[in-house]
C-alpha cells in the first residue's frame, strides 16, 4: 500500500465551498483507504495499492468533476516525497526574517528551462522562488498582503495548475503521512 496526499487547487476559494465530507466522499467511493482530510483547504490523505501517481491524479479529479460539479486540478505526492519535501531548506537561515513565510507550490508537472527562467526571474527583495522538481519554494520576506505575486501569476508564467501551502501545514501533512 502507498500513502499519498491529494493537494486540490482551488477549494473553498472563490465561491467553491466544499465540506470535508463531501471532499472525502469521491475518495471513499473509489475504494481507497484510511481517507482523511486537514483543515477546509482541499487536503485529502489516503492509502491506494496504485503506484501510478499520473493515473490516480487523473481519476481523482475525473470523480471529483462528477462529485462536486465542477473540475479541480489535483497533485498528488506519496508519503516519502512529502518527508523528503519537508527536509528541504532552499533558503539560508540567516536569510530569512522573523516576519517571513515559506511556501510551497505543488505543480503538475516540472517545468521546462524556459518556464523556470520566467518565473525565477520574478525573485525581488520581497519575493524569492527556488524550484525543485514539481515544487516551488516560495520565500516571502514580509506579509503576504504586500507581495504583488499570487498564486494565479505562478499559473500563467508557469502555465501549468498549481496549489500553494505554507510550510507548516506541509509538515502537518507529512506527519499525518507517516501514521495512516
Known amino acids: 500500500m502507498f500513502r499519498y496526499v491529494a493537494l486540490m487547487r ?54 471529483l468533476a462528477e462529485s462536486l460539479g465542477f473540475t479541480v486540478d489535483t497533485m498528488i505526492r506519496r508519503e516519502d516525497e512529502m518527508r523528503e519535501l519537508v527536509g528541504k531548506r532552499p533558503f539560508p537561515p540567516e536569510s530569512i526574517p522573523d516576519d517571513a513565510t515559506l511556501y510551497i507550490s505543488f505543480l503538475k508537472t516540472e517545468p521546462d528551462d524556459e518556464q523556470r527562467q520566467k518565473l525565477l526571474a520574478q525573485s525581488s527583495q520581497m519575493d524569492e522562488f527556488h524550484i525543485d522538481g514539481t515544487h516551488l ?10 507581495s504583488k505575486f499570487t498564486n494565479g501569476k505562478v499559473e500563467r508564467l508557469l502555465k501549468m495548475p498549481a496549489t500553494r501551502r505554507n510550510l507548516t501545514t506541509v509538515n502537518k501533512l507529512a506527519e499525518m503521512l507517516a501514521t495512516l
Do not use: C
Request: positive net charge.
Open 10 to 63: 482551488a477549494i473553498n476559494v472563490g465561491g467553491r465551498f466544499v465540506k470535508k465530507a463531501a471532499l472525502r466522499a469521491p475518495f471513499e467511493q473509489m475504494g481507497l483507504q484510511k481517507v482523511q482530510t486537514y483543515i477546509q483547504s482541499g487536503n485529502v490523505l489516503f492509502s491506494s495499492p496504485e503506484a501510478d501517481k499520473a493515473a490516480l491524479e487523473a481519476q481523482i479529479e475525473a470523480r
Open 137 to 146: 519554494f516560495w520565500l516571502y520576506r514580509r506579509h503576504l498582503g504586500k
